[in-house]
């Protein structure tokens, strides 16, 4: 396109370093918050990252100065537009809930000590982690100022962000509508919003072109050239709390803000309206759409954005689960088979809708969750037979323990309790099962669809599996092999 | 014989020594033969290709004597398990390393196999089994109950498998009928039997990977229409089993009337669900059907379903048990089915003279009518059948009561080839009867259960003409005396299976009649108040290949009687002894000595302390199959003997 196509890549490392600035602005607190009488702190933290996501530009004064600022400035407007409505809306929490606290000493004062104690700790706790943010997101915006400043003319990427961002303010109010250049009738405010959107892809689209190679191994498959998106990246803490909508009310955590706005009803009539209850990124005042991706905070991960193949994930949610699914405590295990530990509890619901099942196995070492999908592969493949007793060996070996220790030095191994050694399964010949039960242990453990249980697949860190995935290969078709070959291998017939 | 004669067939070569052996019909005659000498010995163990092992105790040695042995039949040898063929196998495989080629002459050539009731085998066994005999072709494993998919991947590996019988083994599942079917893709006939595990998957799979299938029983399964769905694709299935399938109705059976363009014969008794409809669609299909099961489905032989019967210008065999039948069905039945070889008509309603006479006058080729429980029959519709079907073989009259000597008199007069006829109840049998009766000399089952008019005068009809008994049922046939029993242990000395069951009059003397038997495998004598020790000696000393005896309240049996018991019935493998005299020591001897006994039943003994039970099962825990005991003794024996029972596999039935 120009020479300045050359610079984006700069332009995004400047635009990172602010983020990081934050972030770890942010991450120093919470020991200093880490008090007895704090101790939900972190699971109520409103996180900064909700401003990104639901910005609301209520006043128009505000959001005509700060398009002023971006067109006095070139630096990267839109963190910076979202940090200041981040605080703005913080500030407009910040006020509410000292209304309350006032209100409340006037309401509490007959009740028994203990309640109002509770409630005060509460309050306190939404209090205080306001104010962090505040102060954090405040933070932020200096560094981000210093170093956007002395910055070449615009890149590539900033021209996307640029239009992304100006394009669609005409439509934040009623008097910058009549400014728009086509000077006929208004659009409808959702229209514009949209071809915003289709304005920036197409932005995308062209420069795609020239990155193609650099993202091929994208999983997602979307080749997103570095600088035409948007990178935010939650905080650890906030990835982790329980809920990420809270009633300015009464502090109750929701996950999703649908619920909060329901809960909201009960606080008012002035909740009840059509609008209060709307969702609230159809509001015609939403933030200029901008393709947001997101980083993993967790540093060297692949989903982290200082990786030198960083692959973003496309929402919150992708990147709550990746975190909690690679960089935490498997804390749920499964009751049934107390085998298998998940640290999303969506995946452990996924899984226990199976887990007891019959697995179904192939000779070959696929293994179907259905027996009939089981047959049908085996009517298609000459030669391929069910494995048998998979149940037997998996009742009566329970806890298989002596796996665990994988865990730690293998991603894959840690998930791999489907299949449980035969050898211990049959106890009337457990001597001549012992050594082929170890041989044809392999083809149990790393049957490919093992791994289906783990919905997002593409969210693991695939270097781990990268590595394994071949000597996997050969562990399956050796002991398939191997069973074949040998006449002792019905010894063990639970596999072969 | 003289000398000079015996020398000349000494000096026959082996080769014509073989082909007059093989003319031997009996096994007693071969046993004959085998006792002449060596040389016949070596002819016979050279020629013999049928080996059925009576005791364990010889399977060791046996099989290796006669190098071409094709069939192996097991099935009387229940307490085998994997430690005996793990012997077995070894034992030849160390004597083929000098030399000797005896493993791989009788496992290498070895084609069929009867492991039926050889519960005590396991997978691993089977394994090893089925590795040693490559030839493989047919094997039986039924009545295995213990039978899951290990065991059926064991015999999956019996590539040549060309017929299988699993019936009622309980744990094969789709899975181990899968491993089957996947590696035994030339099977032909396969039972399934009882086999509950086995869903419609597993059919499905089989009728896609054997496409040679002949045979298929699925009798019992829980498999649907969708079984038959798949079935019906089978282009060279001639004969399907599906008795009692419950979940399978007409839609499945119109599967079949596009289907299995061989399909000779088909048996849906007792498929509640299905009725006439499906069976004509079925019929229509196949006109050159041969035999026909329909019984306990049709409530009535509908016009429509009699229509179709009209086509059907080969069928062989209908049977219609259970069904209301009108007069007007035995004439089409009679004009149209003229190759009409067996009807079964046991329990239907509407059966009369006239329509047998009908049916009589059409279906000469006749040879095997069932009509027990059809009360209204009297002499005139016997006679006619008698007239008319003169090959008839075998005649079911159970409670005929309006059957007389007679209908007797017609039969022995024109059915001379009579085999077997069932007068059980038919309280019109008298000593006159059994007296035409005898004239049919080849007759060699005839049951008179109830019949309370036949005396020793009858028997000593059917002792002095009827050499050919096999089966003789006298059960409450309270006017039969000892000296009945003397004719017919004089004339009946093929005699197998008697029963003499509350036929009170027997005592001692009656019973050394019957031990001159010395065919006699199975006697059930309950309720002989007047046999005391000695005749049980008798019988014990005499009938050498008693396997099955009952001896239920008969209360004078001593000590004496039980003690000969142990002392030479080796070969029995039933007992019942309830209600005996027998007393601690004598039930320990008897369950100690018979090595073969794998089914006892020990139920009010009143002699028996629990000690006696606690040695006496001690003594056989090792190889008894069934036991039946007094309930109060589970809290009374030691867990110890309970727990080895069942680990050894013994059911143990609490009364």
Redesign the interface.
Known sequence: MDPNNRLSGNELRNSIPNQTAFSHFNTQHPQKWEDPSLIDYSTRIEPPFQGFNQVKISQDGLGNEMRSTYKIQDWDPSAMLNNLSFLEQKIHQLQELVHLIVGRRMQVLGRPDEFVTQQQQLLNADLTSIIVQLISTAGSLLPSVKSTLPAAPPSVGQFGQLGGAVFPLPGLNGGVQLQNTNGSKVPDQPNQSDISANCVTEQNLNIEEHDLKEEEDADEGENLPPGTYEILQPEKEEILAPHTHFCTICGKGFKRDANLRMHMRGHGDEYKTPAALAKPHKEPSSEPTLIKRYSCPYSGCKRNKDHKKFQPLKTILCVKNHYKRTHCDKSYTCSRCNTKRFSVIADLKTHEKHCGKDKWLCSCGTTFSR??KL?GH??LFQ???????VEESKALVGPSDQKEGNQGTNKAGSMNFNFPPNATSDS??QS?MDVKGNTDDPAGIFSPLNFDNFGGFGEFPRPPFDDSESSFAFLLSGSYNYSQKN?AD??S??LA | MSSRSSKDLLSFTEDLLTRVYEKLGSESDRKSWRLVCREFLRVDSLTRNHLRVLRVEFLQSLPGKYPRLQSLDLSVCPCIDDGTFSLLLNRHASGSESGSLSWFSWARGLKRLTLSRAAGL???GL?ALV?ACPSLESVDVSYCCGFG??EA??L??AARLRVLKMDKCLNVS???L??IV??CGKLERLSLKWCMEISD??V??LC??CLDLKFLDISYLKVTNESLRTIATLQKLEVLAMVGCPLVDDVGLQFLENGCPLLQGIDVSRCECVSSSGLISVIKGHGSLRELNASYILSELCTTFLHCIKGLKHLEMIRIDGSRIAEPSFSVISNYCKSLVEIGLCKCVGVTNMGIMQLASGCITLRVLNLTCCGSITDAAISAIAESCRNLVCLKLESCNMITEKSLYQLGSFCSVLEEIDLTDCCGVNDKGLEYMSNCSGLKCLKLGICTNVSDKGLFSIGSNCPKIHELDLYCCSGIGDEGLGALSMGCKNLMKLNLSYCNEITDRGMEYISCLEELSDLEMRGLEKVTGTGLAAIAAGCKRLADLDLKHCVKVNDSGFWALACYAKNLRQINLSYCPISDMALCLVMGNLTRLQDAKLVHLSNVSVDGFELALRACSFRIKKVKLFAPLRFLLSSEILENLHARGCKIRWD
């Open positions: 027996k009939d047959f085996i009517t030669g391929h037979t069910p494995a048998i007793s009337g010949i001549i006449e019905d010894n017939n639970n | 396991g997978f691993m394994e590795h998919d290990r991947a064991a999956s590996n789709d899975v181990g899968a491993k996947v590696r998957l597993g499905d799979l896609k990977k």
